[in-house]
């Protein structure tokens, strides 16, 4: 269907709104934009283009392009030269906005974890914590692998381990309320559970995104049904 998107790195928790724009490019090609991955749309009317800031839409247009392209193969087979013939422009109006490609790489996951942060502000289970990470994977399977399987590997694992942080803390602020515990015990309980998300993680992404992952992971949740609840109440307060 022509969309394809990938995690985000991000140095911190985050919650930025989504730019809502209209894009165009050189050969004429509008479309509305509500995020780096959004679908051909209408024209914009002249009035429209007026308030445009042309430099975002544009770097938005050349994300698109990177991901229609790494969807479809692997990140060695995409060249600057692919991804400014795709997208319209030329390599100058490519290199004013990135270096190179990782550095492409590694906007797009920022502003995809964004957005991610903010369309889940709260999480009310540890299921739906995982059940929430495996759904934006599956959703971009391909782009993920290749990312994944690429020499900007590093890129993609701090993406994900900046992810799995932010769904546990964003799970135990909710299972907290307004109850304060102590600094050190909550590090160490975020640390633990982050670390077994992440290596759940690492692991289905070593087996290629394996069918069964989920229904594994469904199973564990089961198991482990009330640990942390038990692990709170054996924290000390502030």
Known sequence: NGRA???LVTASRMTIAK??????????NFFVQT??????ARRPMD?????LPMPSFTRKAIMQSFMKLVDQRPINKVTIKDIVEDCGINRNTFYY????IPALIEA???????????????ITSYEECIRLAIQEIQKNKRAVLHIYNSANRDIYEHYLMQVCQYIVETYLNTLLGDKKINRQDREIIVTVYSCQCFGLFIDWLNNNLSDEFPQRVER??????GMLEEML??????
């Open 47 to 51: 009035h429209e283009r007026s308030r």
């Open 108 to 122: 797009i996951v920022q502003e995809e974890a964004a957005e991610l942060f903010q369309t889940h502000p709260t």
């Open 35 to 40: 995020s780096v991955f959004a679908a051909p």
């Open 97 to 100: 906005h990135f270096s190179d």
């Open 220 to 225: 564990l949740c089961e198991l482990r049904k």
């Open 233 to 238: 109440e054996r924290c000390g307060m502030e």
């Open 19 to 28: 730019n809502v724009g209209i894009c165009y490019n050189t050969r004429g």
């Open 5 to 7: 998107a990938c995690f």
